[in-house]
């Protein structure tokens, strides 16, 4: 049996005995992926809980279980660690680590070293978020957007939410230089931009929002934080400060953020649903440069989040139109899925499920976002259930059943061993109805007048909180038992081989399973497209050892 | 641990070889990604600059007046001690490619003589602001108080001590660059053959330069027409 | 491999040039009134930038990446901009704004909304 990635690696810094330093200063962009996907799952089941303690909460009208107060601080623990230390760095950072470098033929990223450091300017960062917990002040309550002037005058501890998630904001963009860097010089011979395979140009495309779109809430995090020691008046009305130019500078990050957060999402579908369908991708091209024009219009709306917020007239119509468009290339790629399904052999394996229901999922959450797109429906839409709704069905139903589907997809790949298949199935058909029944009922509260970030509520809303809650609870079972099972597959799986799911793209051609320290045996060449089927079977075959075609 | 390097060679179907560009020793890697992060730079001080631009064109006269206060006689100093030592980086990492190592060196040790005497002149020039009782935190800029000047100005001196002190930042970060450089080519990992930390600390020193280029006349020379104390 | 003395001219040409630049900056103020030399100022920064990219940051010969990426960190710079001209430009709220109140007649804040702790 030959070594895999698990049994050696590269440290940052000498060489050290023990293993568990050797993981701890591991240069390998399989165990930085690895070592990233753990913190953020005990994250994620942190933000997890909160969410359902306030479900807990909102069960009936009135005061349960904790007070206002504390329901602001829940909720902004929730969005805080859901965007910055869960989904913002969640798919490039595990799956980007893990799968891009293996996919375009490279033995590690561009910069390692660089890769390792980021990792712990990540952990450090989140250690910042976590620490204001224990601090006197208590945790922020200003929502994760920290809106001025509000997150200027509380008493909570702002200031070490805004340098961590300034922290963490540096991290994001050294993972899209890594990134960007790796895809532009690594690739391996013959492999042209049209050649790669799709997750490779979600990456591509969301390593660019992070580059450009993250220095400026740095700055803005930076500038609320002189506010709040200096009094600089930036973004204070009682100094002639615009508090409205916060959440501009604000949203022209964060909005972009949102395609950073889907794009590799995309890609993750891009790549699942030809292997299952075992047919060639649906307009390659189209898929590709959408991702690419997503990123790019992604840019220029960010104004639509600002419509009740004082802005003129005019600014509003131009970024309610743009904002119609990014539905077109988000169209296109749905279009071409299904195109690619429509008569392609189709094995519903579990992450064809996850990607399948994805589509559903997914498509009411972005036609929900073009009706809040138009400017006179928001003023009616804005801050209500409808708008939570909404972005929990683009970013759970969209984001993270992707995320899920990636790691039902890339299990084997990582461990080398297959996970229970049947039990993974109750647990998507767990979530799938869990997801829903805790979502849609939001969409009518919210359409008839609920507001946001209440933990209180008229009565006449409480059956749609009720569904809410039973939803919840079926989906944090789900959530709970599809953990089990990876943990189960893990430990217990049947072994197999490098190819169980008969996929195509080069992630797939490892000489062991799981793959060895540093990747391919040798670099292959690449003369082919990344998802050429012929009659349900792949085209290419490599011979492992010397990684020459012999098809 | 790059100097060994030996690239990987992939074969085609055809039987030809091609060379496979590896992580280590990737030159154009290495400037490529400095330019990427330099980009960073330029949009966060771009998103100051939008903030400044905002703010005087609510308050076109209040900025006049304000920024005519500043010394521009030392802001003027600054500028041209910036622009001789990004003229000295340059050159050393022009006797670095050529092979003179001695000399690189030589050029770089000017260049920190020259940061810290940029960092002194501001150091002055703060203090006597603070002596006119304008810097952050003082009543002349909190709203409400006798001593309270005009929303433009507080905006204006706010904006000011934010940009000039993040990048008085960036100038310290780069000495600490140049002399981590210094301590990496006596220790011989970089040299005129491997020498990308060089060139892309040059870069930085560059892009710090630059964005001075345009911090300079920002603040400095808005007022300058209208007369003004400038500074005394 | 590299030509030294040309290259070392190059760094001197460019020297001096930035030099007179910073000199005509200076200058600008006599030919402008009070708070309208802004665009010239920009303007005059704009080469200066221009000549430290392409000698001292080697620009020049470079490969079309580089310069593409700061092609397009100028659109959106010049999108950014564009669209605050546009909103402050058609602000309709100016009237129940507070944060442009006049400041100079009574030289004391009238408007002093939320108190700010610290």
Known sequence: MSKSYFDETHCAIGHPKSTFMQWMLTVDHKRIGLMYAAVMFTFFFIAVSTALLMRFELFAPGQQFIDGDTFNQAFTLHGVIMIFLFIVPGIPAVFGNIVMPLMIGAKDVSFPRLNWFTFWLYIFGSAIAIASLFTDAGFADTGWTFYAPYSLNTGTNVIFTLVAAFVLGMASILTGLNFLVTIHRLRAPGMTFFKMPLFVWGIYATAWIQLLATPVVGITLILAIMEKYFGIGIFDPSKGGDPVLFEHLFWIYSHPAVYLMILPAFGIMSEIIPVFSRREIFGYRTIALSSASIAGIGYLVWGHHLYTSGMADIAKTVFSLLTFFVAIPTGIKFYDWIATMYKGKIVLSTPMLWAMGTIITFAIGGLTGVTIAMIGVDIHLQDTYYTVAHFHYAMLGGVVFLFFAGMHYWFPLVTGKMYDEPKAKIAFYMQFVGFNLLWFPMFIAGFLGMPRRYFDYLPEFQIYHQFSFFGALLFVAGLVFMFWVFYKGWTKGEKVGPNPWHATTLEWHMPTSPPPLENHSKVPYVDFDPYEYHHGEPVVKFDYETMRRID | MAHEYIPEISTDRDGTEHVVQGWQDDFYGGKLGFWLFMFTEVLMFGAMFLVLTYYKMLHPADFVAASASLNRFLGGTNTVILLVSALTMGLSLLKMRAGDVKGAKLMIWATIILALMFLSIKAVEWTAEYNHGVFLGLDALQSGNPHSKPFGEILFFGMYFTMTGIHGFHIIIGIGLMVWLLKRINAGKVSPEHHILHWNIALYWDIVHLIWVFVFPYFYMIGAASGGTGGH | ?118
Not at chain 3, 13 to 23: D, E, P, W
Not at chain 3, 60 to 88: P, Y
């Open chain 3, 1 to 118: 491999m590299i030509d030294y003395k040309s290259e070392r001219v190059m760094y001197y040409k460019v020297l001096v040039g930035l030099l007179l630049l910073t000199a005509v900056t200076f200058g600008l103020p006599y030919i402008f009134e009070a708070g309208a030399d802004l665009p010239a100022q920009m303007f005059i920064a704009v080469i200066k930038a221009w000549l430290i990219l392409m000698f001292y940051m080697h620009l020049k010969g470079e490969k079309l990446i580089s310069v593409m990426g700061i092609f397009s960190l100028m659109i959106v710079l010049v999108f950014f901009i564009i669209v605050l001209v546009v909103d402050v430009a058609n602000f309709q709220f100016k009237d129940e704004s507070h944060i442009t109140a006049p400041q100079h007649t009574t030289g004391v804040t009238k408007h002093v909304t939320v108190p700010v702790k610290h």
